[in-house]
């Protein structure tokens, strides 16, 4: 099928050669078994032209997106055009089983309510009356609910949690219907994080098929691939936190009050539940000062006692649970097993020399990772010696027109060149960059690191943001410099000014929407938001967005790299910012009609020579210098 027919269903549809080329290559990758890359400009209409072609390929297809934001997009908007058309395919939609009510926890939770937040006992009411309405169990029908409703892990079940066909419910489970309604499909939509923790499962030692969340499939497409890669890398480590201990601990005390007789399995849960944190505080000595730190071999020695206390204590909550008859203690049981053998990674000085390890200081609970360093390998292992098509698009691959970063970050290259059959494109965006869009690049800034950036920045915003009365992203790189410009500035701007982290995210959008605003925010905005319209008119972007080299994961990579005596800054870093600038710089213009400016106040687009890199993979658009050549632009 031609995607000329989609003007049958689409009223005003018009042909776009960049979208029919992207079909045919998707086309040509799911027939031949290839992998396929594909940079799909803003406006091409990227998903119909991969979703056209899984649906009719005769394969069993998995479509990965980047968020569950987007998995929706594609049931709400794009799959009722497949059946408009009549593709005679069947869909289905997957997403984590935390997104799912578990109607044997909110039993259970239901006949002893207790809210360690008090004022979400009020939303009992509502959430109890759509459990007995509700066809899918999906959190994301209430749409009033909290994003971080506390109450929501007592109403859905964790693989740690879960009894599977043992349970009691499991004929109406909402996880196991949807992976029943998978099984059967022909397409199924997925998101990157539960794509790759099923991909981790499946292909683990200890991981078996009966596991699995995902039925066998032919072929994978991501889409918004440029997120792969961290992804991948988070789900093929070792995660082991306070968190985790704590919440064994109480999961262990709730189910023993009911079903063990006699206090030996209760005392040590209870002492799970006091001690557990006693590790992870000595472990906090390595810390560096920031939120993220390298481990050191060595680092976690003074520690050593404490974990050594830790995994005994939980090998005998293990043990005590062992000879009980009952499947929820047994779950608990392997639970505690799995814990000891983190606990047991986290011991040993000799390293994976492939992993790296590093500690993250965050919501008042310290979380330690072993994670892979470089995901090529991984890939190539698990993924693309396991099936035949893959294909990858994104609105942001290229790095100055060419797509070889990305391939070589994903393993489908190196430097002897392609390392599996792979075909890829570059295609350009319809929308009128060039008369639509300005970049505007500031005569004189001082450098980023100087005390004087943020005033500079404030000045420079004085100057700009009255030239599209508002209707202004003001993206940062670091919080700290947000919070410090926007104190310069809240006080004397005459819109309604935002701060990320006021309100949750979604309610920010919705009020900027309504009337002309200024929203300061940092890089969660940079990407995966679409404000169509005169609403966002202007994208001001304080610093070119280098990864900080102190990130544990960047400072491991650019050590491989220099031990491989490649150039680390140029052959990583500066295109990982360019792309990053690119998300940015894709929040202006979001249809053919808008048109706007985008300001990058970093002087190093000027004055360094790898400036222009950055400059050449942004679209070509035209590049102002001053606020007067800015508004001239504005106002022709």
């Known amino acids: 099928m031609e995607l000329d027919e989609l003007s049958r269903v689409l009223p005003g549809y018009e042909r776009r050669e960049s979208q029919q080329q992207m079909m045919h290559v998707v086309q040509a990758a799911l027939a031949k078994g290839e992998a396929a890359v594909v940079e799909a400009g803003t406006g091409t209409g990227k998903t119909l032209a991969y979703l056209l072609p899984a649906a009719q390929s005769g394969l069993k297809v998995v479509v990965s997106t980047a968020t569950k ?13 497949l059946k408009a058309l009549g593709v005679d395919a069947k869909v289905a939609f997957l997403k984590g089983r935390q997104n799912y009510l578990c109607l044997q926890r909110f039993e259970q939770f239901e006949k002893n309510p207790t809210f360690a937040v008090r004022d979400e006992a009020a939303l009992f009411e509502g959430i109890s009356d759509w459990s007995r309405k509700t066809v899918t169990g999906d959190r ?5 609910l909290p994003e971080n409703l506390a109450a929501w892990r007592d109403l859905s079940a964790s693989a740690d949690q879960c009894l599977g066909q043992k349970c009691a419910q499991f004929e109406r489970c909402f996880v196991f219907r949807m992976r029943r309604l998978a099984a059967e499909a022909d397409v199924i939509v997925v998101n990157h994080h539960l794509f790759f923790a099923d991909l981790a499962l499946r292909s683990s030692s200890a991981g078996d098929a009966g596991a699995a969340v995902l039925p066998r499939y032919d072929a994978v497409i991501f889409d918004e691939a440029h997120a792969v890669e961290e992804v991948a890398t988070e789900h093929f480590g070792a995660q082991l936190s306070s968190f985790k201990v704590s919440e064994l601990a109480r999961d262990a005390l709730k189910t023993l009050q009911s079903r063990v007789k006699g206090l030996g399995p209760r005392d040590l ?89 590093w500690a993250e200081s965050r919501g008042g609970h310290l979380f330690l990772h072993a994670s892979p360093v470089d995901v090529a390998g991984i890939l190539q292992e698990k993924l693309y010696d396991k099936i035949g098509p893959v294909v990858f698009t994104s609105a942001t691959l290229a790095v100055q027109g060419e797509l070889d970063y990305f391939e070589r970050r994903i393993g489908l290259k190196d430097d002897t060149g392609a390392l599996f059959p792979l075909r890829d494109a570059v295609l350009a965006s319809p929308f009128d960059y060039e008369n639509h869009a300005a970049l505007y690049l500031p005569e004189k ?29 003001v993206l940062f790189t670091s919080l700290k410099n947000m919070r410090a410009v926007h104190d310069r500035l809240a006080g004397e701007l005459p819109w309604q000014v935002l701060l990320q982290g006021d309100q949750p995210k979604q309610q920010l959008l919705k009020r900027f929407r309504e009337k002309p605003s200024v929203l300061f925010a940092s890089q969660s ?39 491989a005596g490649e150039d680390a800054f140029y052959g990583y870093q500066v295109p990982q910012a360019a792309l990053a600038l690119k998300q940015g710089f894709g929040r202006l213009i979001r249809s053919s009609i808008d048109r706007g400016i985008v300001a990058v106040l970093d002087g190093r687009m000027t004055r360094k020579g790898y400036g222009r890199l950055f400059i050449q993979t942004l679209p070509r658009c035209r590049i102002v210098r001053t606020p007067a050549e800015a508004r001239d632009f504005w106002t022709a």
């Open 269 to 357: 849960a209870a002492r799970l539940l006091r001690e557990g944190g006693d590790f992870f505080t000595a472990a906090m000595a390595s810390s560096t000062g920031d939120s993220r730190w390298v481990l050191l071999p060595g680092a976690l020695k003074p520690a050593e006692h404490e974990r050594q206390k830790l995994a005994d204590l939980v090998q005998s909550l293990g043990a005590a649970l062992s000879n009980e008859d009952d499947d929820e203690l047994a779950l608990l049981e392997r639970r505690c097993l799995s814990l000891n053998a983190e606990l047991e990674l986290f011991s040993q000085e000799r390293r994976d020399p492939r992993l790296i390890h």
């Open 445 to 473: 800034m001082p450098d980023p690191q100087d005390p004087e950036f943020p005033d500079a920045v404030a000045d420079e915003l004085r100057q700009l943001l009255p030239i599209t009365k508002g209707r202004a992203f």
């Open 69 to 81: 934001t987007l998995q929706e997009q594609l049931a709400d908007k794009d799959v009722p055009v």
């Open 525 to 563: 905005f940079w990407e995966g938001v679409d404000v169509a319209g005169e609403a966002l008119s202007m994208v001001v972007i304080d610093k070119l967005p280098f990864a900080s080299p102190s990130e544990p994961l960047v400072a491991a990579r650019i050590d491989r790299l220099r031990a």
């Open 140 to 144: 994301a029908e209430l749409s009033e």
